[in-house]
Structures are given as C-alpha cells and as structure tokens.
C-alpha cells in the first residue's frame, strides 16, 4: 500500500472513530453530574471538547427545554457555569431517600428538541415526559373532577347576563394582587380533568413559563432570577415547584440541610406553605422541597420589604393540594431581580444574613420552624 494510500485509510479510520465517539457521547454526556462530566473531560483531548459543548449547552438554559424560552445563566463573579438540579414543570411526591428522580439528561450536543423526543417514550410518572405541564404531577394528588366547559369564558359571560350556567372553576381574583400584605391571596383555575384545552384563560398557571427570565450570579447572594423583560403588573412569572414531602420528612430533610450549611456554602429551597381554612381555626400545611429537584423559582431570593412578586395559592379543581405561584405585584424592568418574603419570623438571631438592600433590611433572613 502507497504512503498516500495508507494516510487516507488513516484519516478514515480516525473519521470514524471520532463519530462513534461523538455518537456514544451523545447518548451518555448529558446524564453526567458536572463532577463526572469533569472527570471524562481530562480523559482525552476530544472528550474535553464535547464536555464543552455539553457545558454550554447546560449554561444556555436551565430549564432544559422544558419551557417556552431558553433561561439561561450568567455569571460574572466566579467560573461556575451553571447550577446543576433536576427540572420539574410543577408539583411532583417526594420521598424518604434519593429523589425521585436521580437523574435527568441536560446538554445534548445536537438540537435541544432531542430531550423532549427522548423522553416522549419514559414512562408519563417522569418529570417532562410529556407536554402537558399537568402530568408531572402525581396522580396521587388528583381527583377525577373538573368543569365540563368548551369555552370557560364564554360560560362565564353567560351567567353574568342572568343565565344559570357558569364555569365552576372561573373564580379568579386579580384584585387580590393589591391587597395588603396580610391578606391570604388564593385563587382558583381549571384543573386536569376538566373539558377545556390548556389554551382556556382559566389555565394562566398551568401553560409554564412564558416569560423571558435570567439566573443572574451575585457575589454575596448567590444565584438569583431576573426579568429578561418587562414585566406587566399582575403578570404570572411562575411556580414553586419541586417536591411535595410529608411534614416529617420536611423537618428531617431541614436538619440535614442546616447541618449542611454550617459546614459548607449549601443553600437549601424548602419552603412550607400554609393554607387557613375557612373558620381560620386550622390550616393545611404544604411542604415543597426545590433543593434536588425543582424549577427556576428557587433561584428567587428574599426581600424583607416584599420584593416585587405576590405569592398567590392557586387552586385547580380536581388536585387536592394548592399551588403556590408568583405574580408581578407591580411592573417590574427588563434586568430588575425577582424577590419576595420568605416569611417574618427569625427565630435565629445569628442566623443567615441577609443581602437585600432594602431600606428595611433586618440584615438576617427568616428562619422559621419547617
């Protein structure tokens, strides 16, 4: 064989091999933890640069195609790219252990879309295995009920010319959105077993994130989300998602994340949620864990003067638990951060401090008992 001849095989081989390796790499890469995506990348010097692409990729969108936009991160204070969790659309049930989800693909080197075919043949109890932002959540949570309605809003208009029809699940109450802070703001919308289709303006909660939003790093905070643009008064922004646990298993996951905390720069995203019933002699009590698994509201750091987001309990008829939601309590700019109150009880003097910067900064974040 001639020496030229011998190079083109060469070459040829090589070909190959690099597009099995990209192949391979492809179906493997984006179910790395960055730990182990690190690890593989100082293999070689080709793994190094899909490790790369994959990084990128991962840096372009933190909600990994699972919403309307692209959310991506930026971050000008350290060379961290991104912050690794798993991504749910809405509520899902937690348990004792390992999350539910241990693993979930993120930076496919080809189009973003191939997350969403990949995941269209795993089994519907998966987070983001179909396009109905409802059917994460559990069925464990949702009851075979809802209105029988074509057009929610059409019905609605019937009944206030003096017919007796009207959409049960049309209770919604924007006005709430200027109330006084002490005011218990819940609403409610159509569910999943109800007739309408997700584009019935009874489901402003349930189509996900349609605004364009940003995780910003900050040299004190931490992460941080922001409005990639203008954001109307009374605007849906999105939901806290994550991890609906039992009470116990809330306060055990709490210990071992304060235990985290004081020895490293862990932050935690559990939050409790309480809802007063009608007599306001009792309430019922929501834990939701974002901390593993969860969406971008758990980049939203805290105000103590309120912030810009209202917090609404949103009510969808046939689940049997709320969903808590954040709404612009006011326009809010291109670039501004999103904050609200964590709550106003400290029971820890000593506890986190606060960066916020408002004029009514308590310098120490809540810390009420989970």
């Known amino acids: 064989m001639s020496r030229e001849a011998k190079r083109i095989c060469d070459c040829s081989r090589i070909e190959d091999e690099a597009e099995l390796l990209f192949e391979c790499a492809e179906l493997i890469f984006p179910w790395l933890s960055p730990s182990n995506l690190a690890s593989v990348s100082s293999t ?192 849906f922004v999105c939901e806290y998602a994550g991890e609906v646990l039992t009470t116990e298993e809330a306060r055990s996951r709490h210990q071992k994340y304060d235990e985290l905390a004081s020895i490293s720069q862990f932050s935690s995203a559990l939050l409790v949620v309480r809802e007063h019933l009608p007599s306001r002699k009792a309430c019922l009590r929501v834990n939701i864990d974002a901390t593993r698994v969860g969406n971008v509201a758990r980049f939203i750091n805290h105000s103590c003067d309120g912030g810009n987001l209202s917090t609404v309990l949103v009510r969808n008829s046939g689940l049997l638990l709320p969903r808590l939601c954040f709404f612009a309590s006011r326009d809010i700019q291109e670039g501004e951060e999103l904050t609200f109150s964590y709550g106003d009880v400290r029971l820890r003097p000593n506890g986190l401090q606060c960066f916020c910067s408002s004029s009514g900064c308590f310098g120490v974040l809540p810390s009420e008992q989970t």
């Open 44 to 235: 070689c010097k080709t793994l190094h640069q899909i490790s790369r692409i994959i990084t990128t990729r991962r840096a372009s969108d933190a909600a990994r195609s699972f919403e309307m936009n692209p959310i991506p991160f930026i971050n000008c204070v350290d060379d961290q790219p991104y912050f690794y969790f798993i991504y749910t659309r809405s509520q899902i049930l937690g348990f004792t252990g390992s999350p539910p989800l241990a693993q979930q693909p993120w930076g496919f080197i080809t189009s973003p879309t191939n997350i969403k075919r990949s995941l269209s043949s795993r089994p519907s109890s998966d987070t983001g295995s179909d396009q109905n932002p409802m059917r994460s959540i559990s069925k464990m949570l949702e009851l075979d009920s809802g209105c029988d309605c074509k057009s929610c809003s059409q019905s609605h208009q019937v009944k206030e010319v003096g017919e007796s029809e009207c959409c049960t699940c049309s209770t919604i109450r924007p006005e709430l959105l200027d109330s006084s802070p002490e005011t218990e703001m819940v609403m409610t919308e159509c569910g999943p077993s109800c007739a309408c289709g997700l584009d019935c303006e009874y489901r402003s909660t349930l189509r996900g994130i349609s605004i364009r939003l940003t995780i910003v790093k900050d040299r004190r905070k931490g992460w941080g989300l922001h409005a990639a643009q203008f954001i109307r008064h009374g605007m």
